[in-house]
């Protein structure tokens, strides 16, 4: 059976992980590569295991969060689909079974914003890691000069945090946003779209979606 280490360690995902992030790079956008794709794991895992899913589906979901933003190699436009095409053809050639293959590439292929469906458990919980992983860190030094209102918003974010209550029917996104270089308000132009994601994709994990930014309830 195919393991998530298998996947870390593989010389094309390697690859590709880090070379779509220069191909971002050059469209101006924020980090997206191993620091991001570790985190998103680290977070799908947590979500994953909170709410009691099987260790085989927690590390499938590691596998995808893994692999969800490869297709960024290619353009940012429709990176999802390209991401979730990449990983068909790689786990295919590394002889992974037809239904873990549907989970993880449904998963890849429904985390963006733009055309994001949470279809699956897997593919929700992608999708609320993906989204929350906004940090200072992930806007880029050659950013400082042109800083537009998405590197400001990422910028702003100095701390984040995700949990999931001990009822298990809530899981809260905790920010803490630095005002000087971001309102509450541009922080919300940037992120509504993402957060109303957010809320189906949780209520996909039978839960509610809650964000907290300095210390004020927002949803
Ligand atoms: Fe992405
Ligand atoms: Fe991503």
Same mark, same amino acid.
């Given at each position: 059976m195919l393991t998530y280490k298998q996947i870390i360690e593989n010389k094309e995902v390697m690859t590709y992980v880090g070379r779509a992030d220069e191909t971002i790079k050059e469209l101006g956008y924020t980090e997206h590569s191993f620091a991001h794709v570790g985190s998103v794991t680290q977070m799908v895992k947590y979500i994953l295991e909170t709410l009691g899913f099987s260790e085989r589906m927690v590390e499938l979901g590691m596998i995808a969060a893994h692999m969800h933003d490869i297709g960024n190699m290619l353009n940012r436009e429709d990176h999802a689909q390209t991401s979730a095409i990449m990983a068909f053809n790689m786990l295919r050639d590394m002889g992974a079974e037809p239904d873990e293959i549907t989970e993880i590439c449904t998963a890849i292929s429904n985390h963006d914003e733009g055309t994001a469906v949470p279809a699956t458990p897997l593919a929700a919980a992608l999708i609320i890691a993906d989204k929350a992983? !906004?940090?200072?860190?992930? !806007?880029? &030094? &050659?950013?400082l000069f042109s800083f537009d209102i998405h590197d400001r918003v990422n910028y702003s974010v100095t701390d984040s945090s995700l949990s999931i209550d001990d009822l298990k029917q809530k899981i809260t996104l905790t920010l803490s946003i630095d005002?000087?270089?971001?309102?509450v308000m541009e922080y919300f132009e940037i992120f509504l779209g993402r957060m109303n994601l957010c809320q189906k994709a949780a209520k996909k994990l039978n839960l509610q979606f809650g964000l907290v930014i300095n210390g004020q309830k927002m949803i």
């Open positions: 992983d !906004v940090r200072r860190s992930r !806007v880029r &030094n &050659n950013m005002t000087k270089y971001c309102t």
